[in-house]
């Protein structure tokens, strides 16, 4: 059957927003060739000017393929938005890439997805500091608080500030259960609580997508399904080292209780994780190519029938910060880029996440391996998506709006009172907060400008008559310059920086504030500090606002803090809160005497 001259050409249904979706989609589906139809199965990443223009060379080590070539010549239609820029620039971007996508032949509009913005971790695999977006506490500073009801809210607000600048997927929420306390992923986590998780996710869907997806919706890609908690000794399967996915203690069932919630919301899009699980009756495959788990759990027991796209990277090898990273095709490295395409796609899967090679599709179908009517399930799905979200009517955004709209004051100010709320009182030796006065600090890891309009900040702890101290969660670092973004290992305090923590508690009454990112072990800081506060994301006046008592801190600890690594590495990586004895219970949580009410 010959193309049509003009497929642009207004008279064509695809084209008319009056029409049912349904009858829009097969309308275009019928004029796509091959070619273009393995465009679609590929949702990839872009990077931008900072001025606002799309790249148009590229040296490879971070990304192959410059923009015009992925659009014009590849065909691709969805991509992910790597790096932190200004509103106006990230709309001004979108809109050239829009118009670079309606000058191809059929005119499909790109649809822009990103990792989370809205909080403090940057790590190009997984999320970005907020930057010019509201800043919020991250994902376990959520569920410190536990409020569905705020999660809704903040769900709201990255949902307004998305749609601003020209996101319309949103690769989160991410449900896995921290059960692992040394998982690096755990951040980006509601905690180790399954019921909860599923009454925040709920309520997270809900902010995002609204009562139905539709054009003022973004649509929530739920992730790692089926739960990537349990992973063995806590190494993360972007690694090869850290690929086994393990349940020792049974609990297999256990996490995907998240899912189900995730999936009675309504979510459009779910994302399988890169865990090849072993000692279980599923296939000792990574999960995107796992059709036990896809099409038999996720399609057929569970009934999603929303949109399955694999984590990043599952096809090729690919260079980045100029290292080498092996495909993550766990279980499936022996295959060459086809048999693992081919197998994904036979598993279940409608989409390559980072991949951006739409020829080996191409290739499958005129081989024989793959029938053209496999490929056209998956085209459906994502085509009726862009047609519901209102691409194909309005796909620019305005640059002023998204200037005006961006970290408006309103959504700053919510994210400022959650990371307030978020903190977690864990100790406060003989009613030490909320301090009063203006007592001379001495301050480490905290900003002085800030910590001058709460007292006199002195350079040495002898002439202080208190001390801030904040930390981070320890880690052992990694050579690899990607795996280092992903704090793995021990999470106990070396020597000597422990010697000197302890030094400082002991020279001087210290308010000690740990940022947790995973579960540090932490027994002997605890015993010694004055006041000992958790914090999951959160500014330095939001943490010296509650230990002076202008704030309530209202969090309680999303997973448990182990007693010592020994503990750690006797528990089961599947079960919730597993280790021996722990120094704080999931849960805890103090309230100071004397705060203001919530909200102040």
Known sequence: MPLPQDPQDPQHPYRDAGLPVERRVEDLLSRMTLEEK???????????????TPVTDTDGSML?????????????????????????????????????AAATRLGIPVTLSTDPRHAFTDNIGASFNSGAFSAWPEALGLAAIGDPELVRAFADTVRREYLSVGFRVALHPQIDLATEP????????????????????????????????????????????????????????????????VYPGGMREHHLEPFKAAIAAGCAQMMPYYGQPIGTDWEEVGFGFNKGVVTGLLREELGFEGIVCTDWGLLTDSVIFGEVHPARAWGLEHLSVA?????????????????????????????????ESRIDASVRRLL?????????????????????TVGRADFTALGAAAQRRSLTVLTNRDSF???????????????????AAYGDVVADPAGADLAVLRLRTPYEPRENVFESFFHSGSLAFPEPELAGILGLLDTVPTLVCVNLERAAVLPEIAERAAALIADYGAADAALLDVAFGRAEARGRLPFELPRSMAAVAASRPDVPNDTLDPVFPAGHGLRLPDAPPAGG
């Open 339 to 371: 048999e693992r395409a081919a197998r994904a796609l036979d598993a279940g899967a409608d989409q390559f996440g980072g991949e951006q090679c739409p020829e080996v599709v191409v290739e499958l179908v005129r081989s024989g391996r793959i029938t």
């Open 384 to 404: 009726r998506e862009k047609f519901v979200l209102g691409l194909f009517e309005n796909p620019y955004v305005d640059p002023d709006l998204a200037e005006a």
């Open 38 to 52: 393995a465009g679609q199965l590929f949702h990839s990443m872009l990077m931008m000017n900072a001025d606002g």
């Open 433 to 451: 907060l909320p301090l009063s006065g203006r007592p001379k600090l001495y301050v480490e890891n905290v900003d002085p400008a800030v910590a």
């Open 182 to 245: 040394r998982w690096a992923r755990q951040t980006g986590t509601f905690g180790s609580d399954a019921e909860l998780t599923g009454e925040l996710v709920r309520a997270y869907v809900g902010g995002l997508q609204g009562e139905r997806l539709g054009p003022e919706s973004v649509s929530a890609m739920v992730k790692h399904f089926p739960g990537g908690g349990p992973q063995k000794d806590g190494e993360d399967p972007h690694f090869a080292h850290g690929k086994e996915q």
């Open 64 to 100: 192959p393929h410059a923009t015009p070539e992925l659009i014009g010549e590849r065909l691709l239609t969805h991509f992910n938005l790597l790096g932190t820029y200004g509103a106006r620039e990230m709309a001004l971007w979108q809109n050239s890439v829009q118009e670079m």
